[in-house]
């Protein structure tokens, strides 16, 4: 009975889900109000991104310009492209204001930002905190964030199940010390966890926390079953009935399957490792993060993300420090509202209170970031993966195997120890393995698989190279310099986006060293600018339109942007770096000037020529396209972006391509940007892994990819 009720529900939130899905607003053409439903923050991409709701449903809004805080009632005039069930506005200009945020998202935005502030940014943990407590990341640099990501740590920021079940568990303590009576205490508990689904925003993992902790008081009220598995389904039915994008949503599968591994394999897990002595907190410690990654790791394959052999040792140790980091966190967050923002006040006192609790939970912030860094830095940090199905069907082998394991008996957990042996086996041999997997030793260029970023290595000689830019991932730019035996590195970062330079620290591994890094002529003035020295060792040299570099062989230039006079203190170039100019000025901090003001370098290796433009856009290059002289090879603007001139594609004259790419929301590489390339071969590292361009002109990529530049 049980069953068939949860099989109805299922179908019956399909069914919803498709109508509801397709009675919204088609791709096209949008001019209306919408009301802005989450933070706005700046993509790798540097759009702006931010979520909003109006009469087509829910719509991510993609801008070039900054958009209003939260809870801004605006007009927009935008292009509407739906993305399977996810609809996404791109605006054409800037959003026009309606209605401005009103009470109860101004006292929204005072918490979060009195949280902010009463953390500060002296270290890295004390701008983690308010990631851990309300999900706000923007404090975290892109360093920290990519090496989170590494060693599978990056869901502590993802405000879930944990958080929730604090606040609402808090509230029904505080509720029973006055009754006893059940009602009363769940009703504050559900009015804790909506005002605090709504200071976070709209995450994925939050609305599923939400509505599970809604089900299960539901649950609870009525006196009835409690199976987390059931109350899990029907809060899952129950949010894509009401949101059918979340189907889409990569953050709502991962929460999803990480919630229904726990509830699964949690317990019998704990009774396993129990009967094999382990101390039961011990087992119990261990049990949560080896459920949660048996869950996840069919969907890391999936997308991409290489697995970890620290993943379940650090999010252990990183365990014990979350709880209270997070507790006293929140209760700083509470100094806010005695803080008297509610009614606009300023109490006396009330910071040196919020500094009794926020001082000690930045201390167990800043061991999370610590064991962040110093795992992402051991070998086996990210392991090889196979791409494709191939990867996914032996990732979800080895997570069905531990499933065996934890909940079969006798020869069962031989057999199954045995497969998952194999698929893990498998898994990390097949990469070494596979045909191409290196680049021969006459390679001159090669654009390394970064995933969705962009680093691309030109040899210089047999021990040096160039690098020019250096994907998001550390671990990933490893990798690609340890396969072709780099030792010396002169790298060359075009603009502070984290997918073109978050992973420059990768540069240094292994005894690596970075000779010389030049950066754009306003990028000075980017904090991020001032962390390269902490980084690689080394701080940027600002430079411009005209600067020359030669290294034997291989010379290299700037083609934008144009130099200006220093407004911001900077390293100056040397003499090598002619058209050299420190400093900036409009802010780094706005995305959209970072793409406009990109380095576009071209580089000339004996008979081979080839252009890098980073990330700028249409106007840049139109303007590019008046004087620009052919090359063999060019790489595609912004990762196949649409924003793109067909003049500066036909200018270049290239007679082959690359597209360097990986999985995105953005729809990069589209239609458009292949199609400008004409009849000339194309290769993508989504597609070939990285690709290289050997001396006599031949493109190869790790997958199987081959081509030939056109004589």
């Not at 926390?209 to 089900?215: E, L, N, P």
């Not at 910071?351 to 064991?371: C, S």
């Not at 065996?404 to 990469?431: E, H, N, Y």
Request: a positive charge; proline letters at 6%.
């Amino acid at each position: 009975m049980a069953a068939a009720a949860l099989l109805f529900a299922a179908l019956a939130a399909g069914g919803v889900g498709v109508v509801t899905a397709r009675g919204q607003a088609a791709a096209g053409d949008f001019d209306g109000e919408l009301l802005i439903v989450s933070d706005p923050h700046t993509g790798p991409s540097g759009l702006v991104r931010a979520q909003a709701r109006g009469g087509a449903g829910t719509v991510s809004l993609l801008s070039r310009t900054a958009l209003p805080p939260a809870g801004s009632r605006v007009r927009v005039r935008a292009q509407l492209r739906r993305s399977g069930p996810e609809l996404v506005a791109f605006l054409s200009g800037a959003p026009e204001v309606r209605v401005p945020p009103g009470p109860a998202w101004r006292l929204r935005a005072g918490l979060r930002a009195y949280l902010r502030q009463a953390a500060g940014t002296a270290t890295e943990g004390a701008a983690l905190l308010p990631g851990l407590v309300v999900g706000d990341t923007s404090g975290v640099g892109e360093g920290l964030d990519a090496d989170m990501k590494t060693v599978s740590l990056a869901h502590i920021t993802a405000v879930s199940g944990a958080n929730i079940s604090l606040v609402s568990l808090g509230a029904l303590a505080l509720v029973r010390l006055a009754t006893p009576r059940r009602g009363p205490g769940i009703c504050a508990a559900l009015a804790a966890t909506g005002a605090y689904v709504f200071l976070v925003g709209p995450d994925a993992s939050v609305l599923r926390a939400a509505a599970m902790g809604t089900v299960g008081a539901l649950v609870l009220a009525r006196g009835v079953g409690r199976s987390g598995v059931a109350v899990l389904c029907a809060a899952l039915a129950a949010l894509l009935v009401a949101r059918p994008e979340l189907a889409a949503s990569a953050g709502f599968a991962m929460s999803a399957a990480a919630t229904a591994a726990l509830l699964v394999l949690g317990e019998p897990l704990v009774r396993l490792l129990a009967r094999l002595r382990v101390p039961r907190l011990a087992a119990a410690a261990l049990a949560v993060p080896v459920c949660a990654q048996a869950g996840v790791l069919p969907l890391l394959a999936a997308m991409g993300s290489a697995p970890s052999a620290w993943a379940v040792v650090l999010n252990v140790l990183a365990g014990p420090a979350v709880a209270p980091a997070t507790v006293l966190g929140l209760a700083g967050l509470c100094c806010g509202l005695g803080s008297g923002l509610v009614l606009g006040l300023t109490v006396p006192g009330h910071g040196a209170l919020a500094q009794v609790f926020v001082r000690p939970a930045a201390l167990g912030a800043d061991w999370i970031a610590g064991l962040a860094h110093a795992g992402a830095g051991l070998p086996g940090a990210a392991l090889p993966w196979p791409p494709g199905g191939l990867g996914i069907a032996l990732a979800a082998a080895v997570s069905l195997a531990t499933a065996v394991i934890v909940l079969g008996r006798g020869r069962w957990r031989l057999w199954a120890a045995a497969g998952a042996l194999l698929a893990l086996g498998c898994g990390l041999a097949l990469p070494r393995l596979g045909a191409g997997a290196a680049p021969p030793a006459d390679w001159r260029v090669l654009a390394c698989d970064v995933g969705q970023g962009s680093a691309t290595l030109v040899r210089l000689d047999a021990s040096r190279v160039l690098l020019v830019d250096a994907g998001k991932d550390p671990a990933a730019l490893d990798r690609c310099l340890s396969g072709v035996r780099a030792h010396r590195v002169y790298a060359v970062i075009s603009h502070f986006d984290a997918d073109h330079w978050a992973g420059i620290s990768g540069a240094v591994r292994g005894g690596r060293t970075v000779e010389r890094v030049w950066i754009g002529p306003r990028a000075a003035a980017d904090p991020k600018a001032a962390r390269l020295p902490g980084l690689v060792g080394r701080a940027g040299e600002p430079i411009g339109a005209g600067a020359r570099m030669a290294v034997g062989a291989v010379a290299w230039r700037a083609l934008w942007p144009e130099a200006r006079p220093a407004s911001a203190p900077g390293a100056g170039a040397s003499g090598a770096a002619q058209g050299a100019a420190g400093g900036g000025e409009r802010p780094a901090a706005d995305s959209a000037a970072r793409n406009d003001e990109a380095l576009v370098i071209r580089v000339d290796a004996g008979r081979l020529s080839l252009l890098l433009p980073a990330d700028i856009g249409a106007q840049e290059q139109r303007r590019l396209a008046r004087g620009l002289e052919p090359v063999d090879v060019l790489v595609a603007p912004h990762h196949g972006s649409a924003d793109l001139s067909a003049d500066f594609f036909r200018a270049a004259g290239a007679r082959a391509g690359i597209v360097s790419v990986g999985q995105n929301s953005y729809g990069h590489p589209t239609l458009q940007a292949l199609r400008a390339f004409g009849p000339v071969a194309v290769l993508r590292t989504d597609e070939c892994g990285s690709v290289w361009i050997t001396d006599a002109g031949r493109l190869d990529g790790q997958r199987g990819c081959a081509a030939q530049i056109d004589p």
